[in-house]
């Protein structure tokens, strides 16, 4: 009996070795040092909002143009640019919006959109130019990327925000290929860094024309967050904000700023080969009434959801990372998820919609005037926030606000 035992512990030992049975086995998520916030830090330093699959080193996505990569069996069916502009309606549908089949990009988006983080990464362009050839996305020039130190000086280096950074703009240039991507540097994640890096990218949007920025960072939120030392940052004529809700639990701050679009999360749902069937609400994204924020006019409609205080999330896009995106950051690909994916996402929508709302307030306005019709896929299933107790239902909820975008009309 014991020499049988020990053959199968030997026969299980070599499956567990081998690569093809490995990577059968999900992936997990991990949750990096930079996206775990201390509620003492609540309005004096950030973190970010993202979270990635522990993926195999050589997995790559599918070469849907150039040289191709090594894709292992257990890869996935991870979202490139063409599948998501497929889910979210940039594009027509076809074949089932397979990330492994469709190969048709965005053919638009103008002006800028801005991206603000902290810190440095010094691999953001040669990542984002191998993302793109990957993809086959326009290339990368000095016309339609730039990278702008908040301060003057470059910040100092940090890998956590690096990805962060990596994502954000990858994610803008996905899916709004022809505007200029403006990444912004805070010399640091404090609040006063990150929010003085926040006017100069809605100085250098307006600049260009009006556009959009985005902010995957927040914190918990904190009662002096409704003074104008904390708002102000976020209205610019010509500009929207959008901010990530947040990966767990509460609402973050800035996305529970009336005057910034809160971008909760979805899960995308596919079968087996990667046919998409439809969006949930992702479990973990940050959702909820604000803390301290009013509820502002845009929301009178849904008040008897919302009631006094102003509710998050507005809309939403992909964030779990078990249905993640690809990202390309310091020479390997990586599967990344969080609201930090969905903020920059629709960001890009807006962009490639072309509308140019004159400033937040009126893109609210266009969202929840667009409330219940088809230019929004109505969320219906899921859970969210504090010990999962919301739940997506029929029309606007906490979980993923009206809805995720499909189309241009609403956004």
């Not at 003074?227 to 767990?248: C, E, I, L, N, R």
């Amino acid at each position: 009996m014991r020499n049988r035992f020990a053959g199968v512990s030997a026969l299980v030992l070599s499956l567990l070795a081998s690569s093809a049975w490995a990577q059968q086995v999900a992936p997990t998520v991990v949750v990096p040092p930079s996206s775990v916030g201390n509620p003492a830090d609540a309005g004096k330093k950030a973190h970010t909002t993202y979270r990635y699959l522990d993926v195999a080193p050589d997995a790559a996505p599918p070469a849907l143009y150039g040289v191709n990569p090594t894709v292992p069996p257990g890869a996935g069916n991870f979202e490139t640019p063409a599948s998501l502009a497929c889910i979210y309606g940039l594009v027509p549908k076809t074949l089932a919006c397979n990330p492994r089949k469709v190969t048709a990009n965005v053919v638009g988006g103008s002006k800028a959109i801005a991206i603000v983080d902290a810190f440095d990464a010094p691999t953001v362009l040669a990542d984002l130019k191998f993302y793109s050839a990957q993809f086959g996305l326009p290339p990368i020039t000095s016309s339609n990327f730039q990278v702008v130190f908040a301060n003057g000086t470059r910040p100092p280096r940090n890998d956590g925000w690096g990805l962060e950074i990596a994502l954000d703009v990858e994610m803008a240039h996905a899916l709004a290929p022809k505007a200029k991507v403006i990444l912004v540097e805070a010399a640091s994640n404090s609040f006063a860094d990150l929010l003085f890096a926040e006017k100069k990218a809605a100085a250098l949007v307006a600049a260009a024309g009006g556009g959009q920025v985005s902010n995957s960072w927040g914190s918990n939120e904190f009662s002096a967050e409704t003074s104008s030392s904390f708002t102000s940052p976020f209205t610019k004529a010509k500009v929207v904000f959008f901010a990530s809700t947040g990966d767990g639990d509460s609402p973050l701050f800035p996305a529970a700023a009336p005057n910034v679009v809160a971008a909760g999360g979805t899960t995308v749902n596919r079968t087996p080969t990667g046919d998409f069937i439809s969006e949930s609400s992702w479990n973990d994204a940050g959702a909820g009434p604000s803390a301290f924020f009013a509820r502002p006019s845009f929301q009178n409609k849904v008040a008897s959801v919302v009631g006094t205080h102003r509710g998050i999330a507005d809309l939403s896009a992909v964030a779990n990372p078990n249905t993640g995106v690809w990202v390309r950051f310091r020479s390997q690909w990586r599967v990344v998820g969080g609201t930090s994916v969905s903020s920059p996402l629709l960001a890009a929508i807006a962009n490639t919609a072309g509308h140019f709302a004159t400033s937040s307030a009126a893109e609210e306005t266009r969202i929840y005037g667009a409330l219940g019709t088809g230019a929004f896929r109505d969320v219906k299933t899921g859970v969210c926030g504090v010990g999962n107790s919301l739940s997506a239902k029929t029309g606007y909820d906490f979980c993923t606000g009206v809805g995720s975008p499909v189309g241009k009309n609403g956004i």
